[in-house]
């Protein structure tokens, strides 16, 4: 398959958007080989992601946005990104100390399975920098603290603008971003939290799991918003534990869940099939 | 296999508890066929579930009580229960309108599945009386509100006494259980919450989960403590939903959740291979 | 919502259909309020269901498949169904001695969960009469075996006939349909196999599980076809077992499965959610 | 916790082993940190596991094992083995091309998760020798085909006996494994199969669950034996999957089930806590 353009898009349901908006590109001569959309019949409103190949189509690359903006975002109220599947999407990863998600990641990158840029990896610790090395990727510590924030944080935007970086991947970093920071990339900061959320919130989820002595821990990937913990859900996966089970097993067994729940989250991000609305995602599959 | 005496018991762990235990049935010719046993290392404390056939076992039926206790019990400072197999407990179904957990519990009771008693089914409203007038088993119904509670609970107990109720399944009774009630059944009352505890406590789980945007939804079994839904869980399970479930479909789809998540819990207790301690259960295999 | 058309179709994969259709509904007055598509790329077939709402449709029902046919089936050679929501498909379940399936399908059809008719229990024993007159559905016993199966069958086909059953669930009907009737009801006898098939096909897969020592069971519900547990899968499920069950919980775990299974897969179907090809399911959600 | 001996046996079922078998540790001042055992009525076997301290106990660590032999292993017909916790079991990895079960492994080992060494990897290709080289452990390539097997593995083996190694993983390693090598290490090579054994066995898993249009798939992990995927099941887990899944999305989804199906049956292993009896596996929690 060669270039595709990929649009994604949602706006209050009305008849004919979706025959009106495929015709447009089939008129200009791009082959639809994706097209998937859903209706929010209670909220009103219509989620679509369309993919076309690029060769023949007859407008040219850099006005499609504009062709678009004009004939159907005012008239359908719509909102819409424009992807171009040979731009690959810059994913800065955000660590501490913990290097399972890491790797998981770094592992993923080296086998080419994502098609995804990593230009830097940003720890508030010296710990990884040797993973990041093994793997050949620029690591940079900037040790955040809650007095130094304010501080270093317009240190990492400016590199992170520098690096032309599109997104972030939170993949254990144990720290709050500030609200300036989680506006200038707005639902594109991907966090992966130890529990199955809005369960167990905040610090020590496997701890509280114990406590309260469940029988299934979870992992849950989101977006993060200014409320901690509570931004738009991704993907939430779960294993059964037992009576046996003791915050040790539960912080080694759960590893696996959150690499997992983490990845799959991302790579349904970098194929830009997440669709945000309400603080919910509509995700294609 | 003949009738078989269980012993379910915890103490503070020490050695040699588990070796004199076997030892007393094994020298009194009985014959164990089930032996569990786990120790909770953190605090402590040894767990157990032991059954032998009384064929042949040289302590008369009605004397091994008494002989453990004075054996084992204040020595070991132990808690523990015993029951014959050839003594069905006797279970009281509380219903309110919602009908799957009880056409689920009647089900497996009328295939035979299970060995209890159910003496009678209690409810708030007359909705279900059809459904267990089908299944022969004598309804009541206590009209019982907030602010009559305190005058129909007596009778509801004084009806449970007569029909020698051993333990209460709450199968969808919507209504909060008084104290004095709870008190009279310790760990004796099984309730099924539609959530995933302790994500969404208290009314309208589904709504909440699905305002929430999680991507999983569960069911919970547990036992009825004062604190609203906060009782030691028994079972857990969960589906997967996505984005285009609506509140109604995780209703729906929920059901099917609670009825198996609660069936499976009442087994266990009738099996007694539960153990609570410290606001959590041991549940044996 | 009033009364709806269903439209399920398949056909070769062409640019503009989905937009040639929806536009024919749209053009009609026929407010859609359900769309959903898939395309298989690798063979090039494009899958569509399409519900829209009766109320001012301008092509009168008993038109609407004529139209359809000449205007887009021959066109495209497209296969297509069309269903109107207030004619409930009537369902014949057929039984032989185990009544957990049967419980399960009876307590929704009473408790008004599923749109659907069932005029008549099938089966090859008297067991579970008692049940069927529990819940006052006519029970009709043919004792089918192998050698009267010639027989028998043409009598239980004149009875669907007679009562107009559109399709059939074996609820636990341990004999195998004749070719015969399996072609008078081309996918639309829905089985259930107790194995994650294609594992453990044929007799007794609870005890094939169990010598094999797998860690997981499932079941799996399908469309018959004469190829014995070979047909389209509709839906699967499996839980976690471990080596202390035995081939009896085996078979008693396994039940939940089974009833489960089974009836999320009859709902699909009564929704009319099901299209078929190459001896697969595209299951709507 | 000190250093510690674990003791994993089975042996026909009597009456009082376990009671003496513990007694033996208590009477010589071993104190028990772990203890677990199951009976399989079925077949009347005794399993158990065993661990205890070694401080103070007053066997000398090297006769421990000839105690054991002589004072219950005869008696008993009993199998045991016995390992102490501060002897490292050592690892040899079996790869080909694919890198994600290797990945996966080598993250936990750099992370220090596991109680292993892993003294080399072994390949038939030279792919991954770069990431072993990224993670400075010893990489050996031998170009195995069925033609050079005979010739090549007595080289294999003799590297594997120089470096001490004790068990083998086959993470992703798409050679069969000559009996020779098998008899070398019974129970002794684990290997991660692409599907829910045991259906898919053989070649590619994940096309013929496309084929056949099954709506979950799975991965095996198992010890070799010399039937071709037939081996004693250690661990299984599934995910679902759709009408929408390719043969492609299945390979990449079905990675992530394959390094954690994988990886759950080594850390059973080096914990020591699997039993193999009769073509299956007893795992101990």
Same mark, same amino acid.
Not at 13 to 31: A, C
Not at 124 to 149: K, M, Q, S, W
Not at 260 to 284: C, G, M, Q
């Given at each position: 398959?060669g270039?595709?353009?990929?649009?994604?898009?949602h706006?209050p349901?009305r008849?004919?958007?979706?025959?009106?908006i495929?015709?447009f590109?089939?008129?200009?001569?791009?082959n /639809?080989? !994706?097209?998937?959309?859903y =209706?929010d019949?209670? $909220?009103?409103?219509l989620?679509?992601r369309?993919?076309w190949? %690029?060769?023949g189509?007859?407008i040219?690359?850099?006005?499609?946005?504009e062709?678009f903006?004009?004939?159907?975002?005012?008239?359908f109220e719509?909102?819409?990104g424009?992807?171009?599947?040979?731009v690959?999407?810059?994913?800065a990863l955000?660590?501490s100390?913990q290097?399972?998600?890491l790797f998981?990641?770094l592992?993923?990158?080296?086998?080419g399975e994502?098609?995804?840029?990593i230009?830097?990896?940003?720890?508030?610790?010296?710990?990884?920098?040797?993973?990041?090395e093994?793997?050949? /990727?620029? !690591?940079?510590?900037f040790? =955040?603290?809650r007095? $130094?924030?304010d501080?270093?944080?317009p240190?990492e935007?400016? %590199?992170?603008?520098e690096?032309?970086?599109?997104f972030i991947v939170?993949?254990?970093?144990?720290?709050v971003?500030?609200?300036?920071?989680?506006?200038r990339?707005?639902h594109?900061?991907?966090?992966i939290?130890?529990s199955?959320l809005?369960a167990?919130v905040g610090?020590?989820?496997?701890?509280?799991?114990?406590?309260?002595?469940v029988k299934?821990?979870g992992?849950?990937s989101?977006y993060v918003?200014?409320?901690l913990d509570?931004g738009?859900?991704?993907?939430q996966?779960v294993?059964?534990?037992?009576?046996k089970?003791?915050p040790e097993?539960?912080?080694?067994?759960?590893?696996?869940?959150?690499?997992?729940?983490?990845?799959?989250?991302?790579?349904?991000?970098?194929e830009?099939?997440?669709?945000t609305?309400?603080?919910?995602?509509?995700?294609?599959a």
């Amino acid at each position: 398959m060669g270039t595709t353009a990929s649009l994604l898009l949602h706006c209050p349901d009305r008849q004919g958007i979706v025959t009106e908006i495929t015709n447009f590109i089939s008129v200009n001569h791009g082959n /639809i080989v !994706y097209t998937d959309q859903y =209706v929010d019949r209670i $909220n009103g409103v219509l989620f679509m992601r369309l993919e076309w190949e %690029l060769e023949g189509f007859t407008i040219p690359r850099d006005q499609i946005k504009e062709y678009f903006r004009t004939l159907f975002a005012a008239k359908f109220e719509m909102e819409f990104g424009l992807y171009f599947s040979d731009v690959k999407p810059r994913m800065a990863l955000f660590v501490s100390r913990q290097n399972h998600c890491l790797f998981d990641i770094l592992a993923r990158y080296t086998a080419g399975e994502w098609d995804v840029e990593i230009p830097c990896i940003v720890s508030n610790h010296e710990d990884l920098r040797p993973v990041a090395e093994r793997f050949g /990727i620029p !690591y940079y510590c900037f040790p =955040v603290t809650r007095a $130094n924030r304010d501080e270093l944080e317009p240190q990492e935007m400016a %590199l992170l603008d520098e690096l032309g970086v599109n997104f972030i991947v939170l993949a254990k970093y144990m720290q709050v971003i500030s609200p300036e920071m989680i506006a200038r990339y707005p639902h594109n900061i991907i966090n992966i939290h130890h529990s199955f959320l809005p369960a167990f919130v905040g610090a020590k989820p496997y701890h509280q799991a114990f406590e309260r002595g469940v029988k299934i821990i979870g992992a849950t990937s989101h977006y993060v918003t200014e409320d901690l913990d509570a931004g738009p859900i991704i993907e939430q996966d779960v294993i059964r534990i037992t009576h046996k089970d003791t915050p040790e097993t539960l912080v080694y067994r759960g590893k696996d869940l959150e690499k997992i729940v983490l990845s799959r989250a991302v790579l349904k991000h970098i194929e830009r099939k997440i669709l945000t609305y309400n603080n919910k995602t509509v995700i294609f599959a």
